[in-house]
């Protein structure tokens, strides 16, 4: 009687040939092993570091109040301009008996000084002036700073000497406190100056300590400096009003204490001009202000890891072929089918996660690269900020390496079935993996469908986010099935263009070869053309679509920028300084002989509970003059742009307009100190510089809503026979704190920033072709390597190594070929989709079709022609067979 | 004469001419304006109320200072401890127009706010610094003090009864009504009370020595309505120490019999009693008899050191001296209700000892008392670095 024989178990078995065959295979090709480990890495670092980048960006929008107070609960701002400080008499009264600590707040932006006379606008450094009250500060601050005390630096010793700083400070109208990096990195101490532009000034501030650190706050960020409140009020020309004010709730002990209770406290003291947040949803509007540029970068940023997709999908079917012999023989021996199955996608498991670590290894240090690209970016375009490093966040790599894992298990999937499920006798007798076979005859059609599918994709609405966001969900589907049914379409293209060639091949073996292998293509032949496809047309409908970008905003500025010199505060070095041009100032220029006709602009943000927008005060009708608007709903009658009958009118931009969902007749109601007021809407034009909607109305009347006499921009028409630069130099001699712009500067940065903008977009397209290519190499080397057979015999008959290296060249280039064209064809495609479908529903921009045909052709040729280099050199690798190497 | 944390801590200005005053003769005449231009107390003055009661923004430093014995209907015994401090930056006379006028920078304040709940034991306290405006006021014209939602006020300026509210944090709270059940005192030789030889030191020194209490204490939800009997300080100058001072010891002891004591010894750096140290006592009338610092004794009873800031205070206090009504010697002991009742002071970084106290004599309580001990953790000649 024999003993029953006790099964191995899964994980025992899967061990076992993990080690004793898998990894006997990757050693034997460290090469390939590495440069598909490398891919995989570059794909999965490139996800990373953006996704890294973007954290950091929105990290930025800091609370800056926290770094010297302690965690608030609550902010109350206004929803549109600031805080009278009267409104501080309300809410005590509201929080009576509460012991809710109180804390006003007043925050400035302000800018290093100019070093050049003429400088691009954003290259300046800035600095977030924060005003708070030093004295009611020491109640939070007292026992919990942990490295020094706010007053008596820097000898605390001293007690006559302290006693004097306390009041010196307290008295002072120019003493701040900076973070200690910032004395650093300026080489300054305490007692020595700073100099920040401000408004139209250029401040001298003296340094009268560095903000202590508290045990339970990070060290406050490097350019934030700290000063009294009134002194920041008066600096920044807000006396006698608040950017916020935070409060910091006791705990919840009892019913009187609840936070809940407390908000409702809050809300009713704040009513319906202002605005109360968590600090969460604070933070959240500045995500929410983001989102579509940040989901935007970081779907591009998966261009490396779809293309990479293919290649590992390839590369473990290569294997598969490769190993059937040993498979056949484990079969054989009687190795279970799900032993050999797991074992596969052990190996595909392992794989994602060697990758994922290499690549959040990679990602981590692109991410010092891309957050600079997109720091700047939101700076341009949203809000301040200085980001300068992005920290390693654990949740964000595992996020990064489960995608790792989870593109190589998918990809790994089918080749791990193949090689359990194919009896033993099919592997040994068969050449060709599953790809490497002919694929079936139903493949165009199925390509086809997936076309059919993502165009009705297009046409489906996006989905709707909170405060008027949108996701064009499905736009990014369509554009994921067009790019895959296009690659599936042109893999079956392959034979044809292999036929077309025909003739031209007779000529010579090498071609004649190089191109057999078209003629009758493999599934491998055609997962190439796929991934070079894929690559190559979301690079080319990315250009299609900033070229569209870029003529639209062109023509904008050019019928927008009409004036001769437009002026702004030296500080407004982002998109949400909040410096102004005082009213004395911008009169006194107004005035001067040189100026025939001038526009104020007084640009407000306002927050409403649908979503932020601008508010604009200017003379509307300054633009109906000089014909600055592009109209996409024109008004029906002049009367908007008279000022002393358009106090009840606005007008909108087209992304205002898709937004909110509002048009032509409908109504805008805009919080002001004063009370809502109530806007018809007379038109909506085109404007290129916002995203978030902008409402127009007449600077008469949101100068009196707003209590306000200065203005953020200026436009100035000079006349005839005054020449502008000479009046720049002279304005810009008379008042230095003020930048004046000549039309000429002006639209050449508005250009440089837009181009800015799209720099790390041309980052990833790139990294993505790059990726493709790649790939291309990785697959020409597996079909030599399964042509073992054939380059024999061909080396038998006499050809060189340079004649089969040029074979190789030749097929590797007609697959560029066939993908550079098919990608280029489905670019223009993918392009109008990224203009008409996905731009529209993002970011509700209707924009001009341009087409790059320079670019876009080169495109093409630089991929064929590195595809032909990179195949020639596989080739010249894969004619290097055994026999010649013991020759 | 109380808490002069502020005072010492804020106030350290050179004089200018001397003489101009008329003083008492063993001390320097007092000068009318201290170096930083602050007005100096002088004596003589004819006080006018309820403007007295009211801020007096020409001198440098003031406070109210309520300190009392409240006890509930079930036997609960409570103390508490009531102060508000006013500093001012620069004389009025000198003040630039305020940036803004909630947040002027003229006159700071500090509220100082303790209770002790004797039968559990539990002494909690609270301290907050602001600077006048918006959050905190001190009135001029009639007695209104305001820190946050705590605040002291005269209600009834004929009655003269007083109405305090404060809140320790969301530990506790405290409201009472209050009434004088005897009428103000001036203390000091007419009217001015010396802290030293120094031509500055002396104040303007108002008190109720008793005043009664009804209201109610709210800890942890839970409300108990509290009788008792208050003491209250108004003080008023421009610089009190001299820099040869180490610190003070003051008890304010309302005795079973109706009368009451105030006392204050001045420590010498030397270990030496200062010459301007001062015992009085009001009898049941309102009549004060002074007695100076060669007829009473300040004698440390036992020892106490704080677990918070390591200060050895000499607790019970002793003090002698002879009761003007019999011409007896009389020995008092301060009995603490509790030893562990030091304020830390984070914000001026200067910790004190202010707490209830059982006054026995010959072994029997013959009145509550509270008593202040300042200058024990370390020289109060230290800057306010909070």
Redesign the interface.
Known sequence: MTKARKEPSLAHMVAMLLTQFTWRHWRQHPIRALLLLGLLSLGVGVFFSIRLANRAAVASFNNFAEAVTQQTDAVLSARAGTLPESILDVVQAELEGTGVEIIPVVEALGATPRTRETESIGSRGFYTVLGVDLVALQNYAAAKNKDRSWFGQPSPEAASKDVGEFWKVLNSEDAVFCAEPLTTRLAVGIGATIEVQMNDRLLVLQIAGIIPRRDDQPAPPDNLLVADLPVVQKLSGKIGQLDRIEFIFPPETSQSTSHSLLLAKLNRAAGESNLVRTPESRRNAAEVMTRGFRLNLTILSLIALLVGLYLIFQTLDAAVVRRRSEIAILRALGVAEKHVEWAWHAEALLLGVVGGVFGVCLGWGLAQGSVRLVSRTVNALYYANNVAAARLDAGEAAVAILLAVVVSLFAGWIPARQAASTPPAQLLASGTGLIGKRWPVWEPVAGLLLLAAAFFLALTPPIQLSQGGRFPLAGYFAALLGVIGAGVVAGSGLGILGRLLAPLSERSAVLELGSSHVKNPTGRHRWAVAGLLCAVAMTGGMSILVSSFEKSVIQWIQHTLQSDLYLTSDANQAATSNNHVPSATWRAICSKPEVADADTALIIPVTMNTGNLRLVGANLGFSQRHDQFTWVQPPDSALVFDNEKNQSLCVVSETYSNRFRVAKGGRVSIPTPNGMVSLEIAGVYTDYGDEQGVVFADAAHVSRWFNRDDVTTLALVLNPGFNADAFRDSLRREYPGVAVFTNMHLRGEVIRIFRQTFAITYALEGIGVVVALAGLGVTLASILAERRAELTTLRALGMTHNEIASTAAWEGGLLAVCGSVGGLLASLALGMLLIKVINKQTFGWTLQSAFPWRYLASLGLAVIACGGAVAWTVGRWGSALPADQEA | MRTFLLTL??T?CFLKSPNQAEAAPAFTPLALFTEDGFKVPQPGNTFAFPKDHGSHPAFKVEWWYFTGHLWGPKNERYGFQFTFFRRA??PVSDSKE????????RE?HLLHLALLDVNSGKFIHSE????AG??TESRVGNFYVRF??TRAQMDDTDAQTISLSA?I??EA?FNLKLRPKKPLVIFGENGISRKGDSPTAASWYLTYPRLEAAGTIVQ??VETPVKGQVWMDHEISSSQLTPDQSGWDWAGIQLDDGREIMSYRLRRKDGTTDPASSLVWVEKSGELTHKNAKEFQWEQGGKWKSPHSGAAYPLPAIIKTTDPSSGKELTLRLEPLLLDQELKS??TGIPYWEGACQVIQDGKPVGSAYLELTGYAG?L??????
């Open positions: 801590a804020l350290f930056g620069t305020p940036i803004s006028e909630r947040f002027q920078t700071i907050r610094m602001a600077r918006w959050e946050g939602d809140r944090r969301n709270s942890g939800g984070q914000l020289s000649q230290r800057a306010l670095s909070p």
